[in-house]
């Protein structure tokens, strides 16, 4: 039973350039939530995705924004990269609202370095 | 900006020895939760406690939560090399709506030696 899987693993840009991160959930899993976690630090929550729509959107600017598709998949987008968007960016799955209630099944990330 | 602080911020035990971490956090709470991260890579669910629960066991993980001091301790007995990560509590704040994201803390790194 695969898990969470996110490409590409490792990811160098230039500053102001646009990335795409790609994720898919776990088997069974219709609800997708990204995070951005710098180093040495905990997992910021960017965003949630449910049937295809953004359900909840954390403290971040609209430079990141996403998208979920119907077999449940979901990308994140991020133009005009700056330094400070250098980070591992996680993509979370769960069932519905079992996140909230029982966790959540997180991929190994994509490591985006901005120079 | 972080909801909890886990204490202390790194940790070095030998195998055998119990490890304890703690957890502090703001506001009110659905629940928390214990993830734990190998190096630098994906975050691994360990534990899940809700607000009207006090303890919770789980192999040799044991989670204790006190919401009045709003805090939380992760214990691991007997604790192996492979133990060796960083340990994350998260917790699921508000009603429903926004009970869907997790706050995470900064972390405390765990080092376990042979």
């Known amino acids: 039973d695969a898990g969470v899987t996110q490409s590409p693993t490792h990811l160098i840009k230039t500053r102001g350039q646009q990335v795409t991160l790609r994720c898919s959930p776990k088997s069974g899993h219709d609800t997708v939530s990204w995070y951005q976690q710098a180093l040495g630090q905990g997992p910021q929550f960017i965003f949630q995705y449910y049937e295809e729509e953004e359900r909840q959107r954390g403290n971040f600017p609209d430079r990141f924004s996403g998208h979920q598709f119907p077999n449940y998949s979901s990308e994140l987008n991020v133009n005009a990269l700056l330094l400070g968007d250098s980070a591992l960016y996680l993509c979370a799955s769960s069932p519905g609202t079992g996140g909230r209630d029982y966790g959540y099944t997180f991929g190994s990330g994509t490591r985006l370095t901005v120079v | 900006s972080q909801q909890g602080e886990e204490d202390p911020q790194a940790l070095s035990i030998q195998e055998g020895e119990n490890a304890t971490m703690n957890c502090s956090y703001k506001?009110?709470?659905?629940?928390l939760q214990w993830y734990r991260q190998n190096s630098g890579r994906g975050l691994v669910h360990l534990i899940l406690i809700r607000s009207n629960e006090r303890e919770k066991h789980s192999g040799r993980l044991r989670v204790t939560l006190d919401t009045s001091k709003k805090s939380s301790s992760l214990l691991i007995t007997a604790s192996r090399a492979a133990d060796t990560a960083s340990y994350f509590c998260a917790t699921g704040i508000g009603v429903s709506g926004s009970a869907r994201q997790l706050t995470f803390g900064s972390g405390t790194q765990l080092t376990v030696l042979p």
């Open positions: 506001t009110s709470i659905n629940n």
